[in-house]
Every structure is written in C-alpha cells, then in structure tokens.
C-alpha cells in the first residue's frame, strides 16, 4: 500500500495550463479505471474534482479534466486561475482498498 | 444538503484508546458506503477504512488493521471508527467521506487525533 508518486509542486501563470502526474502501478492505477483527484486549500476539506479518471461531478468547471495512460493519471487544469491554487491529491482503487498519491501544491504566479 | 460532523477527537496518551463519530444528514445514510481518511499535520491524504452498507464488509489500510474497527449505526445515521493501540504516527485529522461509487464525493470538516504522553 505505498503511496501514488505526485510532483511535490507545479505553478503556471493565470490563463496558462498546468498537469499533474499520479504514478502508481499495475495493481492500482494500471489495473482500474477509478482515479479519482481532490482539492485540497489550506484548512479546509478535501473537495472531488474528477472520478473514474475523466468525469467531473456536477459543479466543477470544465477547466478541470483528467486522463489516464497505463499506471500513471493526470489532472489537467486549463485557463489557471487564482483560487484554483491549493494542494491536489490523486486517490485509485486498489482492490480492496484505496491508496491516495502523496499531494501537488500548484501555485498560481 | 450532505452534512458529516466527526467528533471524538482529542489528546490521548500512546496505547489509549479513542472513539471517533461521523454524523450524516442530508442523504440516505443506509443506501451508502463510508470511508475514513486521515492526514497527519502537514503531510498528505491517507486512506484508513471503508465500510458497506450493511456491515458485511469492511477493509482497512495496513498500518491500522488489527487496530482500528469500522462501524455503522443506519438507525442514527453515524459512522464510527474505534481506534485502539494508538500510537503516534496515529497523530492526525480524521475525514470520513461517503462513498461514491470508487470516489469520495462529500467530506466532513476532520476531527483531530492527537497522540502524545
């Protein structure tokens, strides 16, 4: 049950596009369509940004997208904006149970 | 509107034993799975437990298992994990979420466990 391997940090400019990568393997992220990425601003709840890799939940802008290539997701947030800063974490299933990766802090500039 | 409200966090000494509640309103709590997830100060989100509806099923992460115990009371619409052996990498603020279908999709605000002498 080790973690999923997130950049630690990754900034753009507002308009400008950032992507996080979550890295795991075949026995998570690799073997099931359900990653899912949460927002995360400082003192607050986790919020669910996308699920089963590429669905956003009713609410979410469309800036927000995610895909999935072998054992390592990204999450794609397009047009940055300034309250889009905050920490972000990956979460897939596992079989059983759930490994979340270990967080990106964007920065907006 | 979906409300969780944990509670039962606090100070407690290595080996003690504590007694976490999360409060849901808002939904059908007896239609839903329920997680617990937990972050230690300045660290990253970690899966604990999950629980099905009915209590036939149970997972846990394993830095907890044989520790921890999930339950459900669907006639009080709470959650609960009973935390036992704790230690201090157990230090941390305890979510739970309901379970989507393989997603969390509503969070509680965290109650904070602190384990220390």
């Known amino acids: 049950q080790s973690a999923l391997t997130q950049p630690r940090s990754v900034s753009g400019s507002p308009g400008q596009s950032v992507t996080i990568s979550c890295t795991g393997t075949s026995s998570d992220v690799g073997g099931y369509n359900y990653v899912s990425w949460y927002q995360q601003h400082p003192g607050k709840a986790p919020k669910l940004m996308i699920y089963d890799v590429s669905k956003r939940p009713s609410g979410v802008p469309d800036r927000f997208s995610g895909s999935k290539s072998g054992n390592t997701a990204s999450l794609t947030i397009s047009g940055l904006q300034a309250e889009d800063e905050a920490d972000y974490y990956c979460c897939s299933y596992a079989g059983g149970f759930y490994v979340f990766g270990t967080g990106t802090k964007v920065t907006v500039l | 509107e979906v409300q969780l409200v944990e509670s039962g966090g606090g100070l407690v000494q290595p080996g003690g034993s504590l007694r976490l509640s999360c409060a849901a309103s808002?939904?059908?709590?007896?239609?839903?799975?329920m997680h617990w997830v937990r972050q230690a100060p300045g660290k990253g989100l970690v899966w604990v437990s999950r629980i099905n509806t009915d209590e036939s099923i149970t997972n846990y992460a394993d830095s907890v298992k044989g520790r921890f115990t999930i339950s459900r009371d669907n006639a009080k619409n709470t959650l609960y994990l009973q935390m036992n052996s704790l230690i201090s990498e157990d230090t941390a603020v305890y979510y739970c979420a309901r379970a989507g279908s393989y997603r969390c999709d509503y969070w509680g605000q965290g109650t904070l466990v602190t384990v220390s002498s």
């Open positions: 808002g939904f059908t709590f007896s239609d839903y799975w």
